[in-house]
Every structure is written in structure tokens, then in C-alpha cells.
């Protein structure tokens, strides 16, 4: 689970930024909030940003998914660290970029941090903190790794510390040089955490050409459900050369796909999704339809160009919902802009669909930027489980739990008191009709 996350000097974030998904004394809605007994507090399934453009929502999405990918791929030899320090004035600009990951792994909790330049990491430390003590396992500054007097005698640490690169974690190194004593960390990052961007694509079709697939079951199930005017997915076999791709990647895939590997494809042009494998020395096409009843009750097949970018959406999102909803999942899954395409009754029903399995021994999480402020609803969210981002006149973001201004009840109109600008991250806009558009059309 996420317990919080921390940031500094990155894009409009220019001071130190945190949020944190420990649950406040708030009662409404405690029966689903998961409850760590080891450390006597309460972490919340859940948790809503919302703001205006620019306001820092995406942003913030854009810091996790640089910290994951920066643990999970690393960077190449003589690369670029690709962080971004905020720009609107001329000392941020050479300051280190800093971030913090607090995390529940196995009922133990981890705070893990660095910073960065562009050129390299300036720090980074691994905390363990276990319900008796406090552990720093590294502490890794002015070149040296400052280990736990426990790992200081292991040489296998040693040697992964002495081949770490200057523009490299050395949670990363560690874990490329086969040293296992950090990997529960690692793995959280590359198999819990899950970003899903406004234009991601669904990364799991290829269980769809797997009718014996749960997700295959359950997506058709639900997608039923949804009035998507979608009665089932299916797969067709497709002539390999019939794929809309550049030949080079043809040739490429022909070179590169053997009896055991599966490539996935999507056409970004059709919103077509394909797979190709090899069987039996030969390469073998599928191609990801839509079915739909008509008027006879047969089935009709579309395209997926032919379907509405919401229900597209909703294709690319459930699955990750769905996940979460599985038997003893811990997935922590972020969502930019849950709403694109989606009409708000659909985006609650899947909000409260996750919801209604979420109780005391839960350990999954979905975090979510939104612009739709009918999710704004104290029915459906409590006040710590929502946030906005705003931007100052300086161009500088911020974020603040809902649960910090002591006159919004739980009982109150909270939508209302954020139109009425009393909780920030609305839009400040200042638009004069009479100089920039014509008057008839204001």
C-alpha cells in the first residue's frame, strides 16, 4: 500500500509537496477503511485529486511515474536524468529535484527517498520501520552507501554499491546484479504500483485470445453490464501481413517472435489490438473485436474504430479495476484523468464497485486525478480521501486534503463550497469579453 508520497523542486511543484494517504479520525464510511494493526493506524483504499488546468493534478501522476520508471528501467551509462526542476525562477532550476516514497510491504513499512540532478543522484536512503524499531538500511551520500551495521559485512552489497553509475539508484544497480536484499522494495515499484495515463492502452488483451482466462469472463460480464452497447470481445484470426504496421516492425517481429514469446500490437490511428505468436514455426495473427446484439439477437461485429472513445475507455480501464478487486490483491493503482470519455454515472458505478470490496484486511488502492466535480460527494468519498491541486500567481502547485478545512462538514454541500472557491484548486480565470471575443458570442 501507498502511505504517502513526497515531493520537491519538480515541474510547478517548487516546494516540498505531501500527500498522504494515512486515514484521519473521520468516521464516515470506516468500515472500509483497512486498519494495519502493528502500527495502531488506518490507511485509506482511496484517494481523489482535483483542480483546475494546470493546476498540478497531472503533475503530480507525472512524479510517481518518473520515480518508477527511474527504479524499474534505471538509465543508460552516459544518459540524462530525466527530471524536471521547476522553472519560473532562477535557483530551482540548479537545485537537486527530491522525492519520497513511504510504503506497507508485508505489513512492514519502507520510506524510501533521493535526489537528483540531471547529471546524478545527489542521495538516496532506505528506511525500514517495523512496529518495535527503525532501521536505515543505506544511506547513500558524498560516495558512500553507509550501510546498517547488518549489511555491512555483505560483499555482495559492497560490490553492487562500487558498480553503481553516478546517474543510477542503487536500489536499481542492486537488483540488475542479482543481490535479493532490496527486491521486495524494487518489485512494489515495478509490479504494485500501476500508472494508467488519459491515453494508456489496454495492456492486458492478450488474455482476451484466452477464453479460458478469468479476466476474459469477467470483462465480458461487466462490459454487458455498462451500457456500452458491447455484448462480448472476442478474438478473429487476421492474415500477419494484414496488420497496419511499417514493414521494418514486420520483418523485426518475424526475426524476433519465437514458439514462446507473444507480441502485443496496437494501431494508434484504429484503436485496433492485435497479437502475434508463433505456432508451429508459423507466425499467427488475432485481432481484438467487439460484438454487438442486433435486432434478431445475432451477433454483430465491430471494429473498434467503430466504438465510441468511451466505451474504449472503459475497455482500457477495467481490467485494472478489476484487478483490484481480486482475492488478496495489493495493486496500488494511479489514475490520470479517470473520467476522459466517461459519463459520471459510469465513473461512480466503477468507484463504488471497487469500493464495496474494500473493508478492514483490504490492501489495494486507486488514486485518481478527475475534473468531474459530481464525484465530489460525500455519499461516495470522505473528506481525507479528497484533494486539490492549485496553482498560485507565482505559478507554483500545492496540494490539500478536503479533511483540513474544519468548517466542511460531513454532512455539507462540498461541491458547492469548492465552486464557491473556499477550497482552492479551482480556475482563475479572467478572460474580458470585451477584448478578446465578440460580445454576441459570450
Given at each position: 500500500m501507498l502511505i504517502g508520497f513526497e515531493i520537491e523542486n519538480w515541474m510547478s511543484y517548487k516546494g516540498k509537496t505531501e500527500f498522504s494517504m494515512i486515514a484521519s479520525r473521520e468516521r464516515q464510511h470506516g468500515e472500509r477503511v483497512p486498519?494495519?494493526?502493528?502500527?495502531?493506524?488506518?490507511?485509506?483504499?482511496?484517494?481523489?485529486?482535483?483542480?483546475?488546468?494546470?493546476?498540478?493534478?497531472?503533475?503530480?501522476?507525472?512524479?510517481?511515474d518518473f520515480v518508477k520508471d527511474f527504479v524499474?528501467?534505471?538509465?543508460?551509462?552516459?544518459?540524462?536524468?530525466?527530471c524536471e526542476p521547476f522553472r519560473l525562477d532562477n535557483e530551482s532550476a540548479d537545485k537537486p529535484t527530491s522525492f519520497k516514497t513511504v510504503m506497507l510491504i508485508?505489513?512492514?513499512?519502507?520510506?524510501?527517498?533521493?535526489?537528483?540532478?540531471?547529471?546524478?543522484?545527489?542521495?538516496?536512503?532506505?528506511?525500514?520501520?517495523?512496529?518495535?524499531?527503525?532501521?536505515?538500511?543505506?544511506?547513500?551520500?558524498?560516495?558512500?552507501?553507509n550501510f546498517h551495521k547488518s549489511l555491512k559485512r555483505d560483499g555482495l552489497l559492497k560490490f553492487a554499491f562500487m558498480g553503481t553509475r553516478p546517474n543510477q539508484l542503487f536500489l536499481t544497480n542492486s537488483v540488475s546484479q542479482s543481490v535479493d536484499t532490496f527486491r521486495n522494495v524494487y518489485d512494489w515499484f515495478k509490479n504494485t504500483l500501476v500508472l494508467i495515463a488519459p491515453d494508456a492502452r489496454f495492456g492486458r488483451y492478450e488474455s482476451f485470445f484466452d477464453d479460458s482466462d478469468p479476466l476474459f469472463?469477467?470483462?465480458?460480464?461487466?462490459?454487458?453490464?455498462?451500457?456500452?452497447?458491447?455484448?462480448?470481445?472476442?478474438?478473429?484470426?487476421?492474415?500477419?501481413?494484414?496488420?497496419p504496421i511499417p514493414e521494418q516492425i514486420k520483418i523485426k517481429l518475424k526475426e524476433d517472435i519465437s514458439d514462446k514469446t507473444v507480441a502485443k500490437l496496437h494501431s494508434p490511428d484504429t484503436s485496433e489490438r492485435y497479437i502475434v505468436m508463433r505456432v508451429d514455426g508459423e507466425l499467427i495473427a488475432k485481432k481484438l473485436v467487439a460484438y454487438h446484439k442486433n435486432k434478431s439477437g445475432?451477433?454483430?461485429?465491430?471494429?473498434f474504430q467503430q466504438?465510441?472513445?468511451?466505451?474504449?475507455?472503459?475497455?482500457?480501464?477495467?481490467?485494472?479495476?478489476?484487478?483490484?478487486?481480486?482475492?488478496?490483491?495489493?495493486?496500488?493503482?494511479?489514475?490520470?484523468?479517470?473520467?476522459?470519455?466517461?459519463?459520471?454515472?459510469?465513473?461512480?458505478?466503477?468507484?463504488?464497485?471497487?469500493?464495496?470490496?474494500?473493508?478492514?484486511?483490504?490492501?489495494?488502492?486507486?488514486?485518481?486525478?478527475?475534473?468531474?466535480?459530481?464525484?465530489?460527494?460525500?455519499q461516495l468519498l470522505r473528506r481525507d480521501e479528497m484533494w486539490a491541486a492549485d496553482r498560485d500567481e507565482e505559478g507554483i502547485s500545492s496540494l490539500r486534503a478536503f479533511i483540513e478545512f474544519k468548517e466542511i462538514r460531513y454532512d455539507k454541500d462540498i461541491m458547492k463550497s469548492y465552486l464557491q472557491g473556499r477550497l482552492g484548486g479551482i480556475p482563475k480565470i479572467t478572460l474580458k469579453k470585451d477584448k478578446v471575443l465578440n460580445d454576441r458570442k459570450c
Amino acid at each position: 500500500m501507498l502511505i504517502g508520497f513526497e515531493i520537491e523542486n519538480w515541474m510547478s511543484y517548487k516546494g516540498k509537496t505531501e500527500f498522504s494517504m494515512i486515514a484521519s479520525r473521520e468516521r464516515q464510511h470506516g468500515e472500509r477503511v483497512p486498519k494495519i494493526p502493528k502500527f495502531q493506524s488506518r490507511i485509506l483504499p482511496i484517494a481523489s485529486i482535483y483542480g483546475g488546468n494546470a493546476s498540478g493534478k497531472t503533475n503530480f501522476f507525472k512524479a510517481i511515474d518518473f520515480v518508477k520508471d527511474f527504479v524499474v528501467e534505471g538509465t543508460k551509462p552516459d544518459s540524462m536524468i530525466l527530471c524536471e526542476p521547476f522553472r519560473l525562477d532562477n535557483e530551482s532550476a540548479d537545485k537537486p529535484t527530491s522525492f519520497k516514497t513511504v510504503m506497507l510491504i508485508d505489513e512492514v513499512i519502507y520510506d524510501y527517498s533521493f535526489s537528483v540532478t540531471r547529471k546524478a543522484v545527489i542521495n538516496e536512503r532506505l528506511v525500514q520501520i517495523t512496529s518495535t524499531n527503525e532501521k536505515v538500511l543505506y544511506d547513500r551520500k558524498d560516495g558512500n552507501p553507509n550501510f546498517h551495521k547488518s549489511l555491512k559485512r555483505d560483499g555482495l552489497l559492497k560490490f553492487a554499491f562500487m558498480g553503481t553509475r553516478p546517474n543510477q539508484l542503487f536500489l536499481t544497480n542492486s537488483v540488475s546484479q542479482s543481490v535479493d536484499t532490496f527486491r521486495n522494495v524494487y518489485d512494489w515499484f515495478k509490479n504494485t504500483l500501476v500508472l494508467i495515463a488519459p491515453d494508456a492502452r489496454f495492456g492486458r488483451y492478450e488474455s482476451f485470445f484466452d477464453d479460458s482466462d478469468p479476466l476474459f469472463k469477467k470483462m465480458n460480464t461487466i462490459l454487458s453490464q455498462l451500457d456500452t452497447g458491447i455484448a462480448s470481445l472476442k478474438y478473429i484470426n487476421v492474415p500477419f501481413d494484414s496488420i497496419p504496421i511499417p514493414e521494418q516492425i514486420k520483418i523485426k517481429l518475424k526475426e524476433d517472435i519465437s514458439d514462446k514469446t507473444v507480441a502485443k500490437l496496437h494501431s494508434p490511428d484504429t484503436s485496433e489490438r492485435y497479437i502475434v505468436m508463433r505456432v508451429d514455426g508459423e507466425l499467427i495473427a488475432k485481432k481484438l473485436v467487439a460484438y454487438h446484439k442486433n435486432k434478431s439477437g445475432s451477433d454483430e461485429k465491430f471494429e473498434f474504430q467503430q466504438e465510441s472513445d468511451g466505451s474504449l475507455r472503459v475497455i482500457d480501464l477495467l481490467p485494472s479495476f478489476i484487478r483490484l478487486s481480486e482475492f488478496n490483491s495489493n495493486r496500488v493503482i494511479i489514475v490520470d484523468e479517470l473520467n476522459r470519455s466517461l459519463h459520471t454515472q459510469l465513473t461512480k458505478q466503477l468507484i463504488r464497485c471497487y469500493l464495496a470490496n474494500c473493508d478492514e484486511k483490504y490492501r489495494s488502492q486507486l488514486l485518481f486525478t478527475t475534473h468531474d466535480l459530481l464525484l465530489m460527494d460525500q455519499q461516495l468519498l470522505r473528506r481525507d480521501e479528497m484533494w486539490a491541486a492549485d496553482r498560485d500567481e507565482e505559478g507554483i502547485s500545492s496540494l490539500r486534503a478536503f479533511i483540513e478545512f474544519k468548517e466542511i462538514r460531513y454532512d455539507k454541500d462540498i461541491m458547492k463550497s469548492y465552486l464557491q472557491g473556499r477550497l482552492g484548486g479551482i480556475p482563475k480565470i479572467t478572460l474580458k469579453k470585451d477584448k478578446v471575443l465578440n460580445d454576441r458570442k459570450c
